[in-house]
């Protein structure tokens, strides 16, 4: 009984990794590390050591110089480690070469990053964008990998598309993309159709950006719970890349102020491109947004970097143009938040976590979306009592009075309503 006991903690036991990074002349890659680090541990791994070296460059064959490989081997003894991880992206020679010296299983960012990815995508689509970003980045890789790609079972760094692919020819797994991109396509149709019924419906639109883990879903459900609609919440967690899915809710901020809410995928330095490439569909939601919210965990120390890389994501896709405002979140934590963290027109500071800045945000939002409301005198006849009902329910009625001639109002009209209901002006 006790040795079953025993093998049963060893098999739950989380897997150890060592983080090894290699440091080109003064860049300082201290933060690439912490990054790393917080990556493992939303992998799922308990990370015991991390190694890192100063080079002029990376060694072709062995990412790291062969005394620093030495010590990497003698660490992965005596921690007793399952799994190496390596803070660039390498060749599959590299990661070949490391794993025939240490005997323990190597993996680069782009794989950590890869396989956090394929645990979390829920909708058909974000497992078909993962599958493909996994196979782009494992076919230039095949011959490189060599034993690595046949090796079978679960863990880090193999779920997605599977072994059993992995192992055959480059053709069949190039046919296997080509089917992956056709069912994207498919899927990215579909939801042409469903953005061509929300333009329709006139609503403007806000989409949530901003790092991995900057409190994005957190704000999403502080805004739902402000309108009362709490039970159409997302899924929140203090981890990196706790949702991957794109979520569109409706928030009503006034009874003539609504508009929809997208919250994206979160960004990451050094995002894999292939993942970049095969979300590009998904990312592609912001490009149709009224307005963005750049949400900045404020409590971070090098939030600035944070910034950087979620703006050089959305310039990418081509949204450098759209309206954007810097939301400062976890303010909570900051303390004399407002003589450290940057200001402007374009700043607010929010805690979403208690909801301190959350009317002012709003206030914000509705400004910039509906600061070119028309206040119109309207004489709806009688015989179109659907117009009255929609007046009421959707727009600001500043006045309304029983006439001979129909239902009198003053109101206050989107440029949309103000065109729909042009005919009926006095």
């Known amino acids: ?20 990074g290699v440091q080109l002349g003064p860049q300082d ?57 390596l803070n660039n992206e390498l060749s599959g020679r590299q990661i070949r070469n490391i794993e025939e010296e240490t005997g323990v299983k190597v993996i680069d960012r782009t794989i950590l990053i890869l396989d956090i990815f394929a645990s979390r995508a829920v909708s058909r689509e974000g497992k078909l964008q993962v599958e493909l970003a996994q196979l782009q980045y494992r ?44 069912e994207i396509e498919e899927v990215k149709a579909n939801r042409s159709v469903q953005r061509a019924k929300r333009e329709k419906s006139g609503l403007p639109i806000v989409a949530i950006v901003g790092y991995t883990n900057a409190g994005k879903s957190t704000l999403m459900n502080t805004m739902l719970a402000a309108t009362e609609k709490e039970e159409k919440s997302v899924f929140a967690k203090n981890m990196l890349f706790a949702t991957l899915d794109t979520a569109l809710r409706n928030i009503k901020a006034d009874v003539d102020k609504e508009f929809l809410l997208i919250d994206t995928v979160g960004f990451v330095s050094n995002l894999p491109h292939t993942l970049v490439n095969a979300f590009r569909s998904t990312l592609e939601e912001i490009l149709y947004a009224d307005l963005i919210l750049h949400v900045v965990d404020a409590s971070y120390e090098d939030y600035f970097f944070n910034m950087n890389v979620a703006d050089k994501v959305v310039n990418e896709i081509g949204a450098e143009d759209i309206k954007k405002l810097y939301v400062f979140n976890k303010i909570d934590m900051v303390e004399n938040y407002q003589d450290i963290l940057p200001g402007g027109p374009d700043c607010l500071y929010i805690s979403a976590k208690n909801g301190t800045g959350l009317e002012g945000l709003m206030d914000r939002i509705c400004k910039e979306l509906f600061s070119d409301r028309i206040i ?51």
């Open 376 to 426: 119109a005198e309207l004489m709806i006849p009688y015989d179109k009592g659907q117009i009255n009902s929609y007046l009421c329910d959707n727009c600001k009625v500043l006045k309304m009075d029983y006439k001979n001639e129909g239902t009198y109002f003053e109101v206050e009209l989107s440029k949309a309503d103000y065109g729909r209901y042009r005919d009926y002006l006095i």
């Open 29 to 85: 890659i201290s933060y690439f590390m912490n990054e790393l680090e917080q990556l493992s541990e939303a992998a799922g791994l308990e990370v015991v050591g991390v190694l890192t070296q100063r080079a002029e460059r990376v060694n072709p064959a062995s990412y790291m110089g062969s005394g620093k490989l030495e010590e990497l081997k003698e660490a992965c003894e005596t921690l007793e480690a399952d799994i190496i991880v």
């Open 139 to 182: 076919m230039p890789r095949l011959v490189g990998f060599g034993k690595s790609l046949s090796r079978t079972g679960g863990g880090i760094g193999t779920r997605g598309p599977g072994e059993k692919k992995l192992e055959t020819d480059r053709r069949h797994i190039a046919r296997k993309m080509d089917e992956i991109r056709r």
């Open 1 to 20: 009984m006790d040795n079953d006991r025993e093998e049963l903690l060893v098999d739950d036991r989380k897997p150890r990794a060592i983080l090894v």
